[in-house]
């Protein structure tokens, strides 16, 4: 009798999982020809690389020289995130480039170096395909507030 009762229920337990493990399996053949599926290239967010320049005081664009910056920074005015580019404190050499900044509308500033000798603003700009030169950058140009 005890061997009928540990088949019997052994069978059931087993007949339970094969029933669960296949409507598991349906639901999810359901779900996935619900929706078609996305490739990779769909679901990795398209990214731009910016490259950074100064404006000085009298408007003159700045694309080349050593200059007493920290870091550039854009942050993201929906996500807040911030992407810099910190290449130590103190002088560096224009321009400068960040790779991987995803479509949106930022405020791109710069950082005091360590000299502390210029003061820099922002801008804020959108940042998409309209923007793209012909080397294949987004140029920013931060303005020089003041200067010693």
Do not use: C
Not at 44 to 55: E, F, W
Request: glycine letters at 10%; aromatic letters at 12%; charged letters at 15%.
């Amino acid at each position: 009798m005890k061997k009928t009762t540990f088949t019997a229920l052994a069978f059931i337990g087993l007949l339970g999982t094969a029933v669960s493990w296949s409507s598991t399996d349906n639901s999810m053949k359901t779900e996935s020809q619900a929706r078609p599926e996305v490739s990779k290239s769909e679901t990795k967010a398209q990214t731009y690389k910016i490259r950074y320049g100064l404006l000085s005081k009298n408007g003159t664009k700045i694309l080349s020289g050593s200059h007493d910056v920290g870091s550039f920074l854009a942050e993201n005015m929906a996500t807040g995130d911030v992407y810099d580019t910190y290449y130590s404190g103190g002088f560096q050499a224009l321009p400068q480039y960040y790779e991987g900044i995803p479509e949106g509308t930022y405020t791109f500033s710069a950082m005091q170096g360590q000299g502390a000798w210029t003061g820099y603003g922002s801008v804020v700009a959108t940042v998409s395909d309209a923007q793209v030169d012909a080397d294949g950058y987004i140029t920013v140009y931060i303005p020089i507030t003041w200067e010693e």
